[in-house]
């Protein structure tokens, strides 16, 4: 059964409790797919636009950190758009209590191992305090509704994860996220970013689809707004769970595609004929849509690579904002009964995946379940000689402290699984006094598509593990970024040729041997 509230703990992260799985789940069947074809390695899109790959060998930028963000009202923005694609221009919508600010556009990437370069910047442009914002009815939906202060023309643009850096004349700075998106991912690797669940532990203005502004989960928003600002520096999430891993998959040279689930769900072009999408480290909150594209995608051939844990956990909708369609992300959770869609169309009602009225586990696309939070244990390799853990040095048994958490997922035996699953890691532990296990799991899909899942919501962090690059990394050292290191970049390069089943050896089903023994 699925916890009557979710809290927020003492690291900020806004997480559940343990979850008690029902039984009873259901069985999973494995689809027919066809094969992706190749792509022949190019800087250039046929219209023109600049691929990843024209960046690999320009100068980075090693002043794109923020250095001081001062009070919240001092300067904060976002844009009118989650993505565009190159030459698409955006409206950035910015409020300061500076006389001016200045905007830098930095686009993120291993440049050397300078992470980043700045694409463009603009001018000194006037600063203006913006009214406090709105709160909408009984969804209680915070929204900032600002005016557009700069339009911005991307031009030039190349494909690719950028940090807008805000710079009020007082010295503040804050981050505003943007995807500039790919359109053709054939042959590619597709970064899937994750703004949605973003969005939905944004608690700029008051609340999140967590807390409402009293604190309490009952005074939650029950759908939040993409217009409106992120909390903190502007892009904890993105910083946290992503960023690493762009860094990495830049620095390895494989072709790479950007897009965010938003754009997933309204569009799978990308998807078609992508050798790998990888979602990253925290990817929690999916609409049907989404889902069907990237399972499409998978059946057709395409390896899934789950970097995270709590993985397509929350069913939700998109619905329109201000100004635009798909500005504002809807998720009822426990309070589902009172969804408008709920006794009409239950297979859009905003709950999680697992649960009535139309219950369809995660499990099924990722082959592992999420159980539960928190969570605090070293991650405990079993089948050492996996093609996974090639060069890593490791043995069966070894262990990477700190590596499993905040939450986790495992193999739970009675959920619906895509077929034969190889647990390549199994790691004992303790949430909230129960004793249970995470698991990496790998299989493939009858299209040869390979499928991995971490099991663990820090195996992005773990990239940067002992560095402070991200502030924290849970007391993980430098051993554990090598072996994640190693471990991440064998898995990108194995699904960056298409389908693993044809490059690496098949999974071993041990299931029932794990759990039976």
Known sequence: MAPAHDTTPSDGLGRRRFLILSAGLGLGTAAACTT????????????????????????????????????????????????????????????????????????????????????????????????????????????????????????????????????????????????????????????????????????????????????????RSLAVSFDRPYDGEGAEKFQVYEWALVVLAERLGIPLAYTTGVDVHRDPAVLRGAHAVVCLGHDEYWTPEQRAHVTAARDAGT???????????????????????????????????????????????????????????????????????????????????????????????????HLVGVEYDRITPGAPTPGPLEIVAHSPLVCDGRPSHSDSAYYTASSGAGVFATGTMRWVEGLVAGTGMCGRDHGMDTRTRAFVTRTTENLLRTFAKGPAARHAPPPRANVRTVYET
Do not use: M
Not at 42 to 53: I, K, M, N, V, Y
Not at 110 to 136: D, E
Not at 352 to 375: F, K
């Open 303 to 401: 390896n899934i690579a789950f970097l995270g844990a709590n993985t397509c956990f929350r069913r939700i909708r998109l619905e329109a904002g201000e100004g635009a369609d798909d500005r504002t992300v809807v998720c009822y959770k426990t309070a589902y009964r009172a969804d408008p869609c709920y006794g009409s169309r239950p297979a859009l009602v905003t709950t999680d995946y697992r649960l009535p009225p139309a219950a369809d586990p995660e499990s099924s696309l990722t082959g592992v379940l999420y159980e539960g939070y928190p969570v605090d244990a070293p991650y405990i390799v079993r089948a050492a000689d996996h093609w996974l853990y090639e060069g890593t040095g490791v043995r069966s048994g070894d262990a990477f402290a």
């Open 36 to 219: 992706a074809p190749p792509h022949p390695r190019s800087t250039t899109a046929p219209d023109g636009r600049l691929r990843p790959e024209a960046e690999q060998d320009a100068p980075g930028t090693a002043d794109w950190r923020l250095a001081s963000t001062g009070p919240p009202d001092a300067v904060a923005g976002y844009t009118d758009r989650v993505s565009v694609t190159p030459g698409e221009p955006f409206g950035l919508h910015v409020s300061t209590t500076a006389a001016a600010f200045r905007v830098s556009a930095f686009r993120v990437g291993w440049y050397g191992g300078k992470q980043a370069r700045r694409i463009w910047a603009s001018g000194r442009v006037p600063g203006r305090a913006r009214p406090a914002p709105r709160l909408l009815g009984a969804t209680r939906t915070v929204r900032a509704d600002w005016p557009v202060t700069l339009p911005v023309d991307t031009s030039g643009w190349p494909e690719g994860a950028y940090l807008l850096r805000l710079e009020a004349d007082t010295g503040h700075q804050r981050y505003v996220p943007l995807i500039v998106r790919s359109t053709d991912g054939t042959g590619r690797t597709v970064l899937l970013h994750a703004p949605a669940t973003w969005q939905a532990y944004n608690r700029w203005g008051g609340s999140s689809l967590y807390n409402g502004v009293s604190g309490a989960y009952a005074t």
